[in-house]
Structures are given as C-alpha cells and as structure tokens.
C-alpha cells in the first residue's frame, strides 16, 4: 500500500517580499518522511482571502494530509483560521477551550489577556486544537487540514503535537554516491538504472568543485536492501569516480 500523502501551505507576504526566509518546509520535509508520509507539493501564498481559500480546497481535495504554516497570531493580517472555516463551511468564534488555555497562560505571567490576543482562541467550531507547548496559542486541525503558526519554533512544536496523531507509512531512506563527471556523461547509464529498477527514485544533483564538475546521485526508496544495492551498481558503473 502506498504511503500517505501531503502538502504544505506556506502563508505570508513576508515569505513573497523576501524578508522572511522560511524554514517551515525543511523542518516539515524531514519529519514527514521518517513518519512514512510523502510530501508531493508546497505552495507559497499571500495574506490574502481568496487565495488562502482556493489553495487549502485544491489542497485538501488532492491529497490525505495538509500543513499550514502561518497568519494564525493575534494581528489583523492573521487571516488564516477564518479562510479555514469559509473554505469548510464552518462557523468560527472565540472557543471556550482556547480562551480558557489563553487567560490560564496569561493570568500565571501577569500580563493582560487582551482582545487582540483574545483573537487567538478563534477556532472553527469543528476542529481539533492542536497542542503549543511553546506559547500556549493553539493551531487547529480542521478535517484534513493542520492548522500552524509559522514561528518555527511553535510550528516545529505544533508538528510534534500532530505527527503521533497520524497513520504514517513506511519511512522513506535515502543513499547518496558522488560521481565526479557532468549529468551529460552519465544521463544515459543513469536513466536506463532508474528505469530498470522503478521502485526505486534516482534523483541527480549537480556541482562544481575546484573547477571539476560532478553529481551527487541520491537514491530513495523503503527497502535498504534495494538501495545498497542500487549504489552498488553505481559504483560499478563509474568506478573510477566513487
């Protein structure tokens, strides 16, 4: 049976401006591949509406699992969990279980539990909150949909809340062989390997290095057996590069 499914919703101008470089996706990429979920697309929209809407539908609709990152804090851009609600047609209003963590979380540090962060316990009546060990301020899951703050901090912790929650595959392990020659001299031999041995992924990736050209081949797949063997005949295939 094939592994789960995935794909990630990068939320924020500051992403698209440039301001903010993200690493959300990196640390995502990673987790999701040891928990045997393949993560097949990412996109990178703007704190607007109708764009959030449109992703998160084609998004759910596509594959088992979604992660959002972002627009989920107490100013008036953090837009996320009320294009959530409209994209499943859900109510969304300030929910006991939220606020009471939140007045709990700031009544202990002494400081006010104003409106504007008041607006982070607005949850969509059907979800699930997801846990933040970090600042308290919970995501939500949503049907397919996971919720998260795009501090990497509170989305690394946010992650690790969910992760445990979800039905995982078989996790995907890699092998990497550094062939000093261009991707021209070795496209052929390296195309015919990756179509005789299909079940495995050969993905190349090339570099100069003091002036000498060269690829990095990293072969993916679920079985190590599979794999060793694959670098194997790479090695062989170019001995005097390995």
């Known amino acids: 049976m094939p592994n789960p499914t995935a794909a990630m919703l990068v939320i924020g101008d500051e992403i698209l ?69 409209r994209a499943f047609d859900d109510h969304i209003g300030i929910r006991d279980d939220a606020r009471d963590l939140l007045a709990a979380y700031y009544e202990a540090s002494g400081r006010e539990f104003n409106e504007a962060r008041q607006r ?53 392990k890699s092998r990497t062989v550094r062939i000093e020659r261009g991707e021209s001299d070795i496209a052929g031999p390296l195309g015919q390997l990756a179509l005789d041995q299909s079940d495995l992924s050969f993905g190349s990736y090339p570099f100069i290095q003091n002036g000498v050209f060269g690829s990095n081949i990293v072969i993916r797949g679920t079985d190590a057996t599979r794999l060793d063997a694959a670098a ?11």
């Open 120 to 172: 982070m316990a607005r949850i969509p009546d059907r979800a699930v909150l997801i846990d933040n060990p970090v600042s308290i301020a919970p995501g939500f899951t949503l049907g397919n949909v996971h919720v998260m703050a795009g501090v990497p901090s509170v989305f690394q912790a946010m992650v690790d809340s969910v992760l445990p929650t979800l039905t995982g595959g078989t996790p995907l």
């Open 232 to 242: 194997e005949t790479l090695t062989t295939l170019f001995p005097e590069d390995t």
């Open 17 to 85: 401006s440039g301001r903010t470089r993200d690493a959300n996706m990196y640390h995502l990429a990673g987790k999701l591949t040891e928990h045997g979920i393949d993560l097949k697309e990412v996109r990178v929209v703007s704190d607007d509406a109708s764009a959030i809407e449109t992703a998160v539908k084609a998004l759910s609709n596509a594959y088992d699992h979604v992660f959002t990152s972002g627009g989920i804090g107490p100013t008036h851009d953090d837009i996320t969990a009320d294009c959530i609600a």
